[in-house]
C-alpha cells in the first residue's frame, strides 16, 4: 500500500520478444551476416549501460547475452571457436537507454549483427537463444530460434 509521496520501489524485469532474423548474402552467393531483430520494454527505463560504467559490479559486464549453438549429426552443441574446445562469446553492451525526464518507461527495436564466416559463426545450422539484463540485474525472459541455415564458404 502506498500513501502519498511513498515511492514504488519495485523491481521491473525488461521484456522482450523475437521481431525475425534477416541473413545477408555476399556477391558470391554465400551468406555474410546474420542479424537479429528484437523488441524491448521496460517500465522503469534502467536498461543499458554508459562508457561510463566499467567499476564495481558493471567491470567487464554484457548485459546483452547470446548463446549460439551449432546443429551436429541433428544435435545442437554449444558452438566453439574453429578447432579449439573454447567456446564462442557473443554477448554485448547495450548502451544506457534510459529517457530523460519522469517517465522511464521505455520501448523500442534493437538489431545485433552477426559475421557469418569461418572465424565466427562457422555452422551451417545454428540455433540461439539471448537475454537482456538491466543495472538492477532483473533478467528479461529469454527469446531464441533453432535451425537458422547458414550458406558457408
Known amino acids: ?4 509521496g511513498d515511492k514504488d520501489d519495485t523491481n521491473y524485469a525488461p521484456a522482450i520478444g523475437l521481431e525475425g532474423v534477416d541473413i545477408i ?3 558470391d552467393g554465400y551468406d555474410s551476416l546474420l542479424l537479429i531483430h528484437f523488441w524491448y520494454e521496460d517500465k522503469d ?21 547470446i548463446n549460439f ?7 545442437y552443441k554449444e558452438l ?3 578447432n579449439t574446445t573454447i567456446p564462442t562469446d557473443f554477448d554485448q553492451r547495450i548502451p544506457d537507454l534510459t529517457p530523460t ?7 523500442g527495436s534493437i538489431t545485433v549483427s552477426f559475421a557469418v564466416d569461418p572465424n565466427e559463426i562457422h555452422a551451417d545450422t545454428v540455433e540461439f537463444d539471448l537475454k537482456i539484463i538491466d543495472r538492477l540485474f532483473n533478467e528479461s525472459n529469454i527469446i531464441g530460434m533453432s535451425d537458422v541455415s547458414l550458406r558457408q564458404q
Request: hydrophobic share 30%; net charge positive; with cysteine.
Open 25 to 27: 548474402e555476399r556477391n
Open 80 to 82: 566453439m571457436i574453429k
Open 69 to 75: 549453438r551449432e546443429k551436429l549429426n541433428g544435435v
Open 1 to 4: 500500500m502506498f500513501g502519498c
Open 101 to 107: 525526464g519522469k517517465n522511464k518507461e521505455i520501448s
Open 45 to 65: 527505463g534502467n536498461l543499458g549501460l554508459s562508457d561510463a560504467d566499467t567499476t564495481d559490479q558493471f567491470r567487464g559486464f554484457n548485459n546483452l547475452h
